[in-house]
Nanobody
């Protein structure tokens, strides 16, 4: 059984910062790509950023220069440092991990709410 547990969401004022964490646990043999997605009300889920096991990152244009994704392979954990937050960043943020147990599969966290408002 694999679990992805997110933490770090909350309410923040515009211009503020938050750091999200997502830890994977269970019968994991290996993890390839870890990523953060977000879904705002009435919108489709979108990729925010992802990172390979080797540390190569990719991020959406809307967050470039403000958000930084990183991971700790020893802890099976991915982070999202979010700076200069804007109201349009308000969404439920989900982490995902492409990992191998008995086969390769994508697993998802339960989501954490981020609200940017004054």
């Amino acid at each position: 059984q694999v679990q992805l547990v997110e933490s770090g969401g909350g309410l923040v004022q515009p211009g503020g910062s938050l750091r999200l964490s997502c830890a994977a646990s269970g019968s994991i043999v290996s993890i390839n790509v870890m990523a953060w997605y977000r879904q705002a009300p009435g919108k489709q889920r979108e990729l925010v950023a992802d990172v390979t096991r080797g540390g190569r990152t990719n991020s959406a244009d809307s967050v470039k220069g403000r958000f930084t994704i990183s991971r700790d392979n020893a802890k099976n954990t991915v982070y999202l440092q979010m700076n200069s937050l804007k109201p349009e960043d308000t969404a439920v943020y989900f982490c995902s991990a492409d990992l191998f147990t008995t086969k390769w599969s994508r697993y998802w966290g339960q989501g954490t709410q981020v609200t940017v408002s004054s």
